[in-house]
């Protein structure tokens, strides 16, 4: 298996790429990163070093890789954060260009806008730009619950607002919805749903809440979830091996107390994760 990973770099810490490259390679993906930013470590610490790339630099990257004669060997593209809509218009052409080598390639898009207690965190127009350019052409989608409610334009506060939000996401284009960070007024306190759909089925895992609150994790599940459906072909199997290893990443890096995730440390759960949680089949519809 081989994937475009088209994401931000940091240098010390692990977001974007630094994320989610060493997990898809530790499930034996071949994995082709490009880079859109060079950083020194990741914003939230409010200082940081490096560069930002643009569209163009990214769009010759994509044309050296393609002059090799390998883009019919893509099995899929893979984006998070985007600086601009710039970089974004690149990455739409680098998705273009893979399908029309290989028409069975998958896109699959994390949009990046914001979470719940921080709104948007990204520029002006990138909102925008995933809703009406990035999304429409994923396959598949791995927002957070806000990023959700800002791409339906629907706020969410249980299982039928969940599905009609989803139902709203699934219009826009993507085959498969993966919602993170859900919370609705039936989830436990002490609990955090992810849920998927694939048009036809809702899928729900519970796990604990865990004390932490940290970068990178969202650019984890998306990979691990690609990874998995790549080499399986089963929605439910990737969510079941994404949202168990992302589990045992973070349960780990709770208890180690690290500001930054502990993606070398915890290797082990992108192969076997130690806990499989189970699957519930909702009725929704």
């Known amino acids: 298996m081989n994937v475009l990973s088209i ?5 010390y810490g692990h977001v974007g790429n630094a994320s989610a490259v060493f997990p898809l390679q530790r499930m034996g993906v071949e994995v082709w990163a490009v880079n859109t930013v060079q950083f020194s470590n990741h914003t939230g ?3 940081w070093r490096g560069q930002v790339y643009t569209g163009d630099s990214i769009r010759e990257l994509i044309g050296g890789i393609d002059e090799r004669g390998v883009l019919p060997t893509c099995d899929g593209v893979l984006s998070g954060y985007m600086g601009d809509a710039g970089i974004g218009e690149a990455i739409l052409d680098a998705v273009g260009r893979v399908r029309a080598a290989n028409s069975k390639a998958i896109y699959c898009c994390d949009p990046v806008i914001g979470d719940v207690g921080r ?7 990138i909102p925008e730009f995933m ?9 598949v989608v791995t927002p957070n619950l806000f990023e959700l409610q800002y791409l339906s334009g629907r706020e969410v ?41 694939d048009g036809a089925n809702l899928l729900r895992i519970r796990t604990p ?13 998306a990979a691990l979830f690609l990874g998995k459906l790549l080499q399986d072909g089963s929605p439910e199997a990737a969510l079941v091996h994404a949202v168990s290893a992302t589990y045992g990443l973070l349960k780990q890096t709770a208890e180690a107390g690290s500001r930054e995730i502990l993606t070398v440390a915890a290797q082990d759960e992108f192969v076997r994760p130690t806990k499989l949680f189970t699957v519930e089949h909702l009725k929704a519809w």
Do not use: C
């Open 157 to 197: 506060n249980n299982r039928s607002d969940l599905a009609d939000a989803i139902n709203a996401v699934h219009a826009l284009g993507p085959k498969i919805v993966m919602v993170t960070s859900v919370q609705t007024d039936e989830t436990p306190g002490d609990s955090a749903d992810v849920v998927l759909s």
């Open 209 to 221: 809440l865990l004390p932490i609150n940290i970068n990178g994790a969202g650019d984890a599940i």
């Open 7 to 11: 994401q931000s770099w940091v240098a």
């Open 45 to 47: 610490y409010g200082q």
């Open 119 to 125: 709104g948007v965190f990204v520029r002006p127009g």
């Open 131 to 139: 809703r009406d350019r990035a999304v429409p052409a994923a396959n």
